[in-house]
């Protein structure tokens, strides 16, 4: 019986302690792999990426989708005042956590920048 309930919390304890909070730049804010959160992107370059993997992607804000359609460079562009309100200053999209601060700082820089494409 006490083979039985110490194998079992063995196991208990492998599963819990195998959980984890992966997002690196949240937990180490000040880590040198988060060097390139600051440079200024071009959209080709860096925020289409961002754009497709957090907002246009499937369902969400595309062709079809959810307003404002984030498609391309110009509905990008166009939407510049949503996008910082949304993603940047309340941090709620994607939903329903937001996107990583480092993407934030990229698009953030990239439309202070004046959104070059």
Same mark, same amino acid.
């Given at each position: 019986m006490k083979k039985v309930l110490y194998s079992t919390l063995l196991f208990g304890? !492998?599963?819990?302690?195998? &959980?984890?909070?992966?997002?690196? #730049?949240?937990?180490?804010?000040? %880590? /040198? +792999? +988060?060097? #390139? &959160?600051? @440079?200024?992107?071009?959209? #080709?370059?860096?925020i289409k990426t961002i754009i497709d993997a957090n907002c246009a992607s499937s369902g969400c804000h595309n062709s079809g989708g959810t307003s404002p359609d984030l %498609? +391309?460079? %110009? *509905?990008?562009? @166009?939407s510049a005042?949503? !996008?910082? *309100?949304? @993603?940047? /200053?309340?941090? +709620?999209?994607?939903?329903? %956590?937001?996107?990583?601060s480092c993407n934030i700082t990229k698009l953030d820089n990239w439309i202070k920048a004046g959104m070059p494409q």
């Open positions: 304890f !492998i599963v819990l302690t195998g &959980c984890y909070y992966d997002k690196e #730049d949240k937990l180490y804010p000040n %880590s /040198t +792999n +988060n060097t #390139d &959160c600051n @440079a200024v992107l071009t959209y #080709d370059t860096g %498609s +391309n460079y %110009s *509905l990008v562009k @166009a005042t949503k !996008i910082t *309100l949304r @993603a940047i /200053t309340q941090k +709620n999209m994607p939903a329903p %956590s937001g996107m990583s």
